[in-house]
């Protein structure tokens, strides 16, 4: 069974948590959910909707507010008598601050972000990005369950979650934590690097590459993403240049995202880029090099300049 830890702010379930759902939906083995607060019934709710066996809810007045010293205490309580074989959370700020202790507090190995699940046998095989994302490494941990892992945002489209025919049954978590077991006040919540933009919400994204050849062509991308209603994005040159700010960046150091159009313009298709855009649906990539390995991936593929094709494709767009 795979437990899936969901996680919440503000009474909002976090978008990623229906991501690893989705992903762990995908394995085909049984899924339940944990999720871990105070007055959550709504978000357990919500849980139930979809396709998993049981949503098992820890409250606590202590868990009201987050902090790796709660969250693992209740989930060390919970995860024993659940008996999963792969806790599973999204690769948050928070499941990286409190994933690491519960896999020490359970004496058990734990995968970090991953960009790939798949079974193997009867076990689950995780994909990684190892040594700075120069690759990508499959990895099987070893020795007795519970493994758990983190699920990188964006590496699992949250629109391949399966409803349920029926509301899940919401089970209640006997959880008992002490103020002993409390030994952080938790501050102001982490706010994430100021965004103008929310590239990973974007449904259409036109991403830019050094094959723009300078700043000054930026303004001719910049009109077809808004004659498509697309975000502009880019590669890590055209950010380390400061020809667009560094949150347009995607990739392993960058966003990963997940829109139904990615505009690959001018980007050769390095591993590193090309991690940050596995969810997304259609790629369809311009590039003057026909051996170019963003073709590999992409679903649609023009070989020719993107001086040319850029502006006609702006032609065609504003055409009444
Ligand atoms: C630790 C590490 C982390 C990294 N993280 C990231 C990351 O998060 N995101 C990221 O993007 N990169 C990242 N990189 C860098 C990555 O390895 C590549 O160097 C980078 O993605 C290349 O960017 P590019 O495709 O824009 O440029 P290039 O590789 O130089 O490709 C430019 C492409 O444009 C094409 N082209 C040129 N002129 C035209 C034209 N007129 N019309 C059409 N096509 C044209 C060329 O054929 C070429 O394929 C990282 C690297 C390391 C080592």
Known sequence: MILVVAEHHGGQMHRATWEALAAGQALGLPISVVLAGHDVEALASQLAEAAVTQVLVASDPALANYTADVYVTALATVIPSAAPTLVLAAHTYQARDFMPMLASRLQRPMVPDCVALARDGDGVRFTRPMFQARLLADVQ????????ATLQIGAVRADSL??????????????????????????????????AVDLGAAERIVSVGRGIKGPEHLAL???????????LAASRPICDNGWLPMDRQIGSSGQTVAPKLYLALGISG??????????????????KDPDAPIFEIADYGITADLFEI????????KKP
């Open 221 to 231: 991308v910049q009109e077809l993403a808004d004659a498509l209603g697309a975000e």
């Open 141 to 148: 941990p070893a020795g007795p369950a519970p493994h758990l």
């Open 162 to 195: 399966q409803r349920g025919g029926a509301p899940a049954e919401v089970v209640a978590q006997a959880v008992a934590v002490s103020s002993s077991d409390v030994r952080q006040q938790p501050d102001a919540p982490f706010q994430e690097a100021r965004q």
């Open 270 to 287: 390095a591993i590193q880029h090309v991690v940050g855009i596995k969810g997304a649906r259609t790629i369809v990539a311009i590039n």
């Open 310 to 317: 850029v502006p006609a494709l702006i032609a065609a767009l």
